[in-house]
């Protein structure tokens, strides 16, 4: 069997025993850090890539259970769950207790149809939400074969050894190993809302609550401060997560709000509708019709009129967008985010890696008595060199620059790696971007290392801003590396003068004004004891070595998307932790801001009483804020009218994501947490592509406003025609199987076709629409209004012209239902747009469209020739006469929506 030799346990490790019951019941929070090891066949250096794969098939993908899939039974059945539907069968019911079997036949299969396509579309988008949320991947970092990986979570098993950092989400159940001032947020598992300290080194013993375990991190939580090193002790259904997520899995997610208000809309339009129809079911019955037909075609009217299928259309078009979006880099968790992101008249950006590359590059050293020296050569590459003054003739500059490289090798926890692939790094950006430093001045980082051991850290914080390293000499002695904020390092820091400490401040000032991130460097001897110790306290005294200067390129197109934004009417607003000269540098790159007036600082909005409010019109750019005041920030915001939408990635930024209308993460540098509490997710973390989001959302919402004008527009049409028939005491128009068939082919094809349309030109320059616009706007309105009415009354006229030129009545009624499906057919392409004559819309802007409506009237025209079909319709083949005389008057309802547009622009 495969042996693997643990150093650190001196004992050989049979791995192929390992398997699930080996782990069961076992608590390894109780037992020692070796003892765990020792139960789950692992050492400090983790399992090897053949053991980890055989624990992936014996343990399974580290993948909480999903949602229990509603069968496609179910989902069918589910499309008969709504009152027009027991309606219509009462209808098919009636139509079999008087004999007209060819009449239930048709609404069976009417209805088939329907189940069936409801059913397919509600299974496809449910099937593109969970393709969706696979492409979001989390990632860990795990020792294999004792070196340092990047692996998706899904692919972490027991055994494996994982390390953590502040704004990871836990991805499994961990044995903690190692810790440093880590502190969790457990609320998800034990409703406790105070933060937990974590201590490796905890004894617990016998049945401990998931609250009191202070060696173990739970799948689920997240690290709010600090960083561990642990072992893998469960994954999925196996976590203590896992077995609320197997209760969770059978629950169903509540309707979408915006799904919601649309079923509410189209209820209440059905109420008008239905009032309507029970009118002409009553003048009906006062004219002698029997009570069978009379019910029959109220029923099948009432399914024709009413826009029942505009929830199912709706979700279709959000749906395409979705996919769209995805297209563009933009994830959609929550599909009411397709549209809300469209409305959004206010975006609160975080800064680096958003609105720049997030490849910091020190591009500038400054030594204390000598002049500025510039680093050449972009991003991560170490690729460059330095240039220093002409003065600097003995090369003491040089000198100086090359002893502050070496402190921020030493003082660093990243990796970077130059391979066939490229680049590989892993950590910090700013430690990368030292790592790049020192081999541009030639040093090798490992052999430094190795020659000056580490013996202790204390690693960089939010909260301490700073970040040190001890180190073994090689004369024997300690000293310390510390790299951080220069209003923290320099006091550490020993001076001849206390000017020099304000000269040195006075420097770093004058670097960040100029758009850099800066940072200082220092270096100091200290005893073994506080080497070993780590000791803060030995922060004092230091040499300090200089500035480096840090600027993160912006994004290619960034300007050009937020001058987009400016006559997208939607405001911009950078948040950032960055000092406030730098911000303000960035900010003018970015066309943002202008002057300091247009800065305000997080300790500002903290000092002052009246809060940001007072101040929010002039500010444009916000920095050194805390997670909490971007909170603040956001709902101050809101309460101003603003619909806003906030892009962040780190831990800090969830808050304000969690609060905003609608909340956007980074994929790639994006934290676990971010993530989370996110409607959309932007895959490149281009600033940009929000932009494009913005589009996609208007498009989204513009083709919501298309489906609903072609859906009740055509119902009222409907409607009209029936009143005006029976005030004049003719003869029925339209038999319910008529109506059932006109419904089908018009609403069943068409109105999937309009969801597709792409944008209109000039989209994003329009103003946001108000936050709580209805649907159902005035312009809509009146174009229902219109359209109804002319279907109605053409129709009408049409009928009574066909009586009155002593066309029989059958033939009358297949000329007319004709005449209908060609209405139909002429208003997709008046719906295609609200404003744009629809003779400047391109057809190749949706050929399907074409496709739709060619179907639409092929179908119907197969229908009069076809011998079982035309028999159950009552129809039959028409001459060319009346079939001529049809196209005209249809054709005249594109002429009255082209006037109505001209007069209202």
């Not at 016998?206 to 939580?221: E, K, Q, S």
């Not at 003082?411 to 790696?417: D, G, Y």
């Not at 420097?507 to 803060?536: F, I, M, N, W």
């Not at 808050?655 to 996110?678: C, E, F």
């Amino acid at each position: 069997m495969p042996i693997l030799q643990d150093p650190d346990l001196d004992r050989q490790v049979p791995h192929s025993l390992m398997s699930p019951d080996r782990l069961r019941g076992v608590e390894l929070y109780a037992q020692s850090i070796d003892d765990a090891l020792a139960r789950l066949d692992t050492g400090r250096d983790g399992l090897s890539d053949a053991e980890a794969e055989r624990r992936l098939h014996s343990f399974g993908a580290n993948r909480l259970p999903e949602r229990r899939r509603t069968p496609m039974l179910v989902v069918y059945l589910r499309q008969f769950k709504s009152p027009l539907i027991y309606l219509l069968l009462a209808a098919a019911a009636v139509s079999v207790g008087i004999g007209q079997l060819t009449d239930a036949s048709f609404i069976f299969a009417v209805l088939q149809i329907n189940a069936v396509i409801g059913a397919v579309q509600e299974w496809r988008a449910e099937s593109s939400a969970l393709a969706l949320d696979r492409l979001v991947q989390s990632v860990t970092v795990v020792h294999r074969d004792g070196q340092r990986q990047r692996l998706d979570s899904v692919e972490l098993v027991p055994g494996d050894i994982v390390e953590i950092e502040s704004g990871d989400r836990i991805p499994a159940d961990i044995r903690l190993m190692r810790e440093r001032e880590l502190v969790l947020d457990e609320s998800l598992l034990t409703g406790e809302s105070t933060p937990v300290v974590k201590d490796a080194y905890a004894h617990l013993s016998g049945r401990v609550g998931i609250a009191d375990r202070a060696n173990m991190l739970h799948a689920g939580t997240t690290a709010l401060r600090g960083r561990a090193m642990g072992v893998i002790v469960a994954t999925g259904s196996a976590t203590e997560i896992g077995a609320i997520a197997d209760a969770l899995a059978v629950a169903h997610p509540a309707p979408p709000p915006l799904i919601i208000r649309l079923k509410r809309l189209a209820r209440q339009i059905g109420i008008l509708m239905t009032g309507a129809i029970a009118l002409i079911a009553a003048a009906q019955l006062l004219q002698g019709a029997p009570l069978a037909q009379v019910f029959l075609v109220a029923v099948a009217l009432a399914v024709a009129a009413i826009p029942e299928g505009l929830p199912v259309a709706i979700t279709v078009a959000l749906s395409i967008a979705t996919a769209r979006m995805a297209a563009r880099r933009v994830i959609v968790r929550a599909l009411p985010a397709v549209e809300g992101l469209g409305a959004c008249t206010l975006i609160a950006s975080d800064k680096t890696g958003t609105l720049t590359c997030n490849e910091l590059t020190i591009k500038r050293i400054q030594i204390p008595g000598f002049g500025a020296i510039d680093v050449s050569g972009e991003g991560y590459a170490p690729e460059g060199g330095l240039r220093v003054a002409a003065g600097d003739q003995d090369g003491r500059a040089l000198e100086r620059a090359w002893e502050l490289a070496v402190t921020g090798a030493l003082c660093n926890e990243a990796s970077l790696e130059v391979t066939t692939d490229g680049v590989q790094h892993l950590g910090d950006t700013v430690d990368v971007a030292f790592l790049a430093l020192a081999g541009k001045v030639g040093l090798n980082r490992k052999a430094l290392t190795a020659e000056r051991p580490q013996t202790g850290i204390i690693p960089y914080e939010p909260d301490r801003r700073y970040a040190a390293s001890f180190r073994r000499e090689p004369d024997g002695g300690h000293a310390v590396h510390v790299k951080g904020a220069a209003e923290t390092v320099i006091p550490m820091c020993a001076f001849p003068k206390p000017s020099d400490a304000a000269a040195a401040l006075a420097q770093a000032e004058a670097l960040a004004t100029d758009g850099y991130r800066v940072l200082a460097v220092a270096r100091g001897a200290v005893t073994a004891e506080q080497a070993v110790a780590s000791s803060p306290k030995a922060l004092c005294d230091l040499n300090f070595l200089g500035f480096v200067g840090l600027i993160d390129p912006l994004r290619p197109g960034v300007v050009d998307a937020i001058q987009q934004c400016r006559r997208s009417g939607i405001a911009v607003r950078m948040v950032t932790g960055d000092h406030p000269a730098t911000a303000l540098a960035i900010g003018r790159l970015l066309g943002l801001a202008e002057t300091k007036e247009q800065v305000v600082t997080g300790a500002e909005l903290a000092d002052s009483d009246d809060a940001p409010a007072g101040r929010m019109a002039t500010i444009r750019v916000f920095a050194r804020v805390e997670p909490m005041q971007k909170y603040d920030i956001v709902r101050t915001l809101q309460a101003q009218g603003h619909f806003v939408a906030v892009t962040g990635d780190g831990a800090n930024d969830a808050p304000a994501l969690n609060a905003a209308h609608i909340g956007v993460a980074m994929g790639k540098g994006g934290t676990d947490i971010a993530r989370g509490a996110s409607d959309l997710i932007v895959a490149d973390d281009n600033f940009t592509s929000i932009v494009a989001g913005v589009e996609e959302g208007r498009i989204a919402y513009d083709n919501v406003r298309k489906v609903s004008l072609l859906l009740i527009g055509t119902g009222v049409g409907e409607i009209v025609l029936f009143l005006f028939a029976l005030l004049a005491a003719l003869p029925l128009p339209l038999f319910a199987v008529q109506l059932l068939w006109l419904n089908l082919v018009t609403n069943g094809i068409q109105h999937v076709a309009l969801a597709f349309e792409r944008g209109e030109p000039g989209i994003l320059d329009r103003q946001p629409r108000p936050p709580d616009q209805p649907l159902f706007d005035r312009r809509m309105v009146e174009q229902v209004a219109l359209s109804g009415t002319f279907i109605g009354a053409a129709a009408f006229a049409f009928y009574y012209w066909a009586l009155s030129a002593g066309m029989p009545e059958g033939e009358a009624r297949t000329a007319l239902l004709l005449l209908m499906v060609v209405f139909e057919n002429v208003h997709v392409f008046n719906c295609r747009s609200e404003r744009r004559s629809t003779f400047r819309i391109p057809v190749a802007a949706n050929p399907l469209v074409v496709i739709a409506v060619v179907a639409a009237l092929g179908l119907h025209v197969a229908a009069m020739y076809l011998p079982v079909i035309n028999d159950v319709l009552r129809i039959a083949p028409l001459d060319w006469h009346s079939i001529t005389a049809i196209a005209p008057i249809a054709l005249g309802l594109l002429l009255v929506m082209e006037i109505y547009k001209i007069v209202r622009r």
